[in-house]
């Protein structure tokens, strides 16, 4: 004989009675909300929709260069794999080893008008150091050479990829209010080897003008001194 004892889940009293619906009370955890509260959240800095901030990004993983996600709140600006051009290990565009930018006729225009001239030269200087105010103390203009450079700035050049370029967005915060792109291999090949601005010595406007002063200041005593 067996010994009569009822299933479990089920009891004797109510058999077969359907299982409730787990209850739905209060808000569901999601990335965006707030609070850590899921498994796969390292961090969530949402306030009701995921977001960027300098620590988190908005898929709520810890803010990393190397994950493939720009995180613009965090000062990224390229995040390899992203195909950006040249990119750092703090995720910033590094254009310090390009030493020609393009400004033959109306691809001059990076401030000053066609042609290549100072205005050229200084939009090369604030490029290469990643400073707003940088000035090209000293400049060539020659022919393009077979190497990186800094491409047609638009509306001459409206479509940087057709001519070999990767577009690396308005550097604006680097002083050059235009949508800059970059050659990485070849400038000449896709531009010609019609005139660029190289060999800029870039300047920092306020130790020149301090420097000037200081030696304007000391020339008339060493005057008197005489
Ligand atoms: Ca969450
Ligand atoms: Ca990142």
């Excluded at 370029?165 to 792109?181: E, T």
């Amino acid at each position: 004989m067996r010994a009569e004892r009822p299933e479990i889940g089920f009891s004797d009293s109510e058999p077969d009675e359907p299982d409730a619906a787990l209850p739905l009370d209060g808000p569901q955890p999601f990335c965006g909300d707030g609070m850590v509260n899921q498994d796969d959240e390292e961090c969530d800095e949402g306030d009701g929709q995921p977001r960027d901030t300098v620590d988190c990004d908005r898929d709520c993983t810890v803010r990393r260069c190397g994950d493939g996600h720009i995180n613009e709140v965090a000062g990224e600006q390229c995040d390899p794999p992203n195909e950006l051009g040249p990119c750092d290990g703090t995720c910033r565009i590094d254009l310090s080893s390009i030493n020609q930018l393009y400004c033959h006729g109306p691809c001059g225009n990076w401030g000053g008008g066609d042609g290549c001239q100072q205005a050229d030269a200084d939009a090369l200087c604030r490029l290469r150091t990643d400073s707003l105010f940088k000035i090209a103390e000293n400049f060539d203009v020659t022919n393009a050479r077979a190497e990186p450079g800094i491409c047609c700035p638009p509306p001459t050049l409206s479509d940087p990829a057709l001519f070999g370029c990767i577009s690396l967005g308005n550097m604006s915060a680097r002083g050059v209010d235009l949508d800059v792109s970059v050659h990485n291999t070849d400038l000449a090949s896709t531009h010609g080897s019609n005139l660029v601005v190289t060999n800029v010595v870039c300047g920092d406007p306020v130790t020149t003008t301090r420097r000037r002063a200081e030696r304007i200041a000391t020339t008339p005593m060493k005057a008197e001194i005489r």
